[in-house]
Nanobody, 124 residues
């Protein structure tokens, strides 16, 4: 059974940082690309970032470039998202998602399993 469990969310002030983690199990982690997707209150899903199977390729939504860094540790079956310079508009539930193949994509249909999400709130 595929399981994705996010952690690391919380309340942070504008300009602060958080590091999200996603622990994966039930599949061969280093065979698949992974992604982070978020959903702000009252809004639809928004793709954030993706990473290829070996971490060699990373992709970001325009508004996250330079502030967020995606990474993975295949030995630990764990995906990460380092978020710096956080803004109030980054407030959302953040989900990790498993890709259908080795290569990342910004298309949500490219992902077949999702975690339960972790809440990130950016507020003073």
């Amino acid at each position: 059974e595929v399981q994705l469990v996010e952690s690391g969310g919380g309340l942070v002030q504008p300009g602060g940082s958080l590091r999200l983690s996603c622990a994966a199990s039930g599949f061969t982690f280093d065979d698949y690309a992974m992604s982070w997707v978020r959903q702000a209150p009252g809004k639809g899903l928004e793709w954030v970032s993706a990473i290829s199977w070996n971490g060699g390729s990373t992709y970001y939504a325009e508004s996250m470039k330079g502030r967020f860094t995606i990474s993975r540790d295949n030995a630990k079956n764990t995906l990460y998202l380092q978020m710096n310079s956080l803004k109030s508009e980054d407030t959302a539930v953040y989900y990790c998602a498993k890709g259908l193949d080795q290569w990342g994509s910004s298309h949500l249909a490219h992902y077949d399993y999702w975690g339960q999400g972790t809440q990130v709130t950016v507020s003073s």
